[in-house]
C-alpha cells in the first residue's frame, strides 16, 4: 500500500480530506477490504495519511450487503424513517471486527489500554442533500464476546477514529457490482488453476497407467 491508499483499488469515494477505497486485496483470505483514511493535503508527499481504518468484510456478509444495497426501496425506507424521527427497524447496515490484543502486538500495534481494537463499519443515511448515504467506519477499544467476536467499547460511545465518507445510491451500487466482477474473475482463475493442477496430478498419477 502506498500513501494513497491501496495500489489494487477497485473503486474510490472521496470526501473533505476523507476519502475510501473498495480493494481486491483481501480476495485471497476470502475477504473484501475496505480502506478508509484521512489525509492532510497541506503535509508533504508521502506524509499525508493522518489516520486510517481498514475493514475487513466476510465474503460471505459482503454478498448480503450487496443485497441490502441492491434493495433500494428497503434502504430509502430506512433514510425516510430515520429523516421522520421514526423508529425503523434494521435501520443502518453494520459489520463489525476487530483484532485481539496478540495480534496488535505482532503488528506492532498495541493499545496502551491493552485492549482488542474493535471495527465498526455502517452504512448510514447521509446528512448532506446531494448524497444518499454515509460510509462510516469507526476504530477503538474492544473486547471479545461470549460469542468470540470482538465487539466496541467505545468510552461515552466515542471511538479513537470516526472517517465517513459520502455517497449516492449509484455510486455504492456501481462500486459493490465491480467488486463482484472482480471477485468473479478470481474465483474463476483459482478454480482453472485447481483444475489444471489436478489434471497435471492425474496424468502422473501410476495408478492411471502413466509414467509422467
Known amino acids: ?52 481504518i481498514l475493514i475487513y468484510i466476510k465474503d460471505t456478509d459482503w454478498f448480503q450487503l450487496c443485497y441490502e444495497i441492491e434493495m433500494r426501496l428497503t434502504m430509502k425506507k430506512r433514510i425516510e424513517a430515520l429523516k421522520a424521527g421514526k423508529n425503523f427497524e434494521n435501520l443502518s447496515l453494520e459489520i463489525q471486527g476487530g483484532t485481539m490484543p496478540v495480534d496488535l502486538k505482532k503488528q506492532k500495534r498495541e493499545r496502551p489500554d491493552g485492549k482488542a481494537e474493535a471495527r465498526l463499519f455502517t452504512i448510514i443515511p447521509s446528512t448532506l442533500k446531494k ?3 454515509g460510509l462510516r467506519a469507526e476504530s477503538g477499544p474492544g473486547e471479545r464476546d461470549e460469542n468470540g467476536l470482538i465487539v466496541p467499547k467505545f468510552v461515552d460511545n466515542k471511538p479513537d477514529t470516526r472517517i465517513i465518507v459520502p455517497v449516492t445510491h449509484s455510486q455504492l451500487v456501481s462500486a459493490t457490482k465491480k467488486v463482484n466482477m472482480k471477485l468473479q474473475a478470481y474465483y474463476t482463475t483459482q478454480e482453472l488453476k485447481y483444475q489444471m493442477n489436478k489434471a497435471r496430478y492425474q496424468k502422473n498419477d501410476p495408478r492411471n497407467g502413466y509414467e509422467g
Open 1 to 52: 500500500m502506498n500513501n494513497n491508499g491501496y495500489k489494487n483499488h477497485v473503486a474510490r469515494f472521496d470526501g473533505k480530506n476523507v476519502f475510501v477505497e473498495f480493494t481486491e486485496d483481501g480476495f485471497d483470505i476470502d475477504k473484501i477490504i475496505v480502506g478508509f483514511y484521512r489525509y492532510d493535503e497541506n503535509q508533504a508527499k508521502g506524509d499525508r495519511i493522518k489516520e486510517k
Open 131 to 133: 448524497y444518499d448515504y
